[in-house]
């Protein structure tokens, strides 16, 4: 679902991103999880590097310049010479990044035991990311391009303006459109855990058609659920491999967590939070972009060899708010937590689930704190326990 990129709220980290080891593993085990996730956060970090690195060298070494002026005289109209060189530029950058792509997604969870993928399923799955984010991308791209003709350095408002409506339409969409492209969705049907779902539904206003399960385990043996769509498209989705491990106590406190966040009005709140994001990124681009212009040699801001220099600011800008993302996301996440234990009354299922989930993704309990600051969306599962155990006391000394 992440490869597809839309904000979808999750119980846990999603996948590629380092996360929670089982409390009481043994020092092997927690040898391996650490080792893990370390190595997965390296892929990751030098990934943003390399391409930070790459960009800067495109612009640098006139390469940007040469493509800019091939794809000039070869196109005559000007927004298809746009497509084409960010088609080929994308294409570059695609290729020269494969060797960690594959290392990450493919030969370390293969390597860790977490993949049931074969290479061309892993590959093909890649491609259907890669024509998805493609065909997106190219509305996305046009209408960039003729607010910076149209608008000149003010460009950043409309297409603000533009990318809120054009993401909160997709959100809408993605649960019936996209998400099928990459896993099947069929309706939760054990009859007694049904009956269960629909009680908590009810009681937390949520339309109990939205409950479906989709089948994670054609690529992994990590587990998920989570919290897709607005308005009528809203839905709570079960992974799979989490409704054949877990007992039917511990998906309901799973799914108490997914309501949580819709109960709690996560979802607009999240909303709200990335459009602010989104203007202030875009405004703050708009005037680093024209300083690296002259201090690049341009002189029009629609110079088409200009523009990696465009995606570098706002790539850098994305990697620097993420951490103030991740600190609300954590946030609601410990709200969802609290909403499933009070909703569930069932703290110790709440807690067994997270403990099974931290060992079926191999996810590392007790990250390092400026790692969990600056990267994890989710509070690390040890924390998550030491909270829910409090709740868990706290419960038992009002029922006793
Ligand atoms: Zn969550």
Redesign the pocket.
């Known amino acids: 679902m992440s490869a597809v990129g839309f904000k979808v709220?999750?119980?846990a980290e999603e996948s590629g991103r380092p996360v929670p080891p089982k409390a009481g593993a043994t020092s092997e085990n927690r040898t391996r999880v650490e080792a893990y996730n370390r190595r997965k956060l390296v892929v990751s970090l030098s990934g943003t590097v390399l391409l930070f690195a790459f960009v800067i060298a495109v612009v640098a070494t006139g390469f940007s310049r040469n493509i800019a002026s091939l794809t000039s005289s070869a196109c005559n109209n000007q927004y298809l010479a746009f497509l084409v060189f960010a088609a080929l530029l994308g294409i570059t950058e695609i290729v020269l990044s494969f060797p960690l792509k594959f290392y990450s997604g493919f030969y370390l969870e293969h390597a860790y035991s977490l993949s049931s993928q074969t290479f061309f399923h892993w590959l093909w799955e890649q491609t259907k990311a890669l024509l998805v984010g493609g065909f997106l991308g190219i509305p996305v791209l046009l209408v960039f391009f003729y607010c910076l003709e149209k608008f000149g350095n003010s460009w950043w408002l409309p297409v603000a303006v533009v990318m809120f409506i054009f993401t909160t339409l997709l959100a809408r969409i993605a649960p019936k459109v996209i998400f099928p492209l990459f896993y099947k969705f069929t309706r939760l049907e054990k009859e007694e855990l049904k009956e269960r779902i629909n009680r908590l539904c009810a009681e937390a206003g949520f339309h109990v058609k939205g409950v479906f399960s989709f089948n994670m385990s054609k690529n992994t043996k990590k587990a998920n659920a989570g919290f897709t769509g607005l308005g009528k498209t809203k839905r709570v989705i079960l992974g799979d491999t989490l409704l054949e491990k877990f007992s039917e106590d511990e998906i309901e406190t799973v799914l108490a967590?997914e309501l949580g966040?819709y109960r709690l009005g996560h979802i607009w709140k999240g909303i709200l939070l990335s459009t602010v994001v989104m203007f202030v990124g875009l405004f703050i681009t708009s005037r680093l972009y024209l300083v690296s212009l002259s201090l690049f040699g341009f002189e029009r801001i629609d110079d088409l060899a200009a523009f990696p220099l465009l995606g570098l600011w706002l790539g850098l800008f994305g990697f620097l708010t993420s951490p103030i993302m991740n600190l609300i996301s954590r946030r609601h996440?410990y709200e969802?937590d609290q909403y499933a234990i009070k909703k569930s009354g069932n703290p110790s299922a709440f807690i067994d689930a997270l403990k099974k989930l931290a060992e079926m993704n191999l996810a590392d309990s007790a990250p390092n704190p400026v790692v969990e600051f600056l990267f994890h969306s989710h509070p690390s599962i040890e924390k998550r326990i030491k909270r829910a155990e409090s709740e868990r006391d706290k419960y038992a000394a009002v029922t006793s």
């Open positions: 709220m999750e119980l967590h966040h996440e969802a």
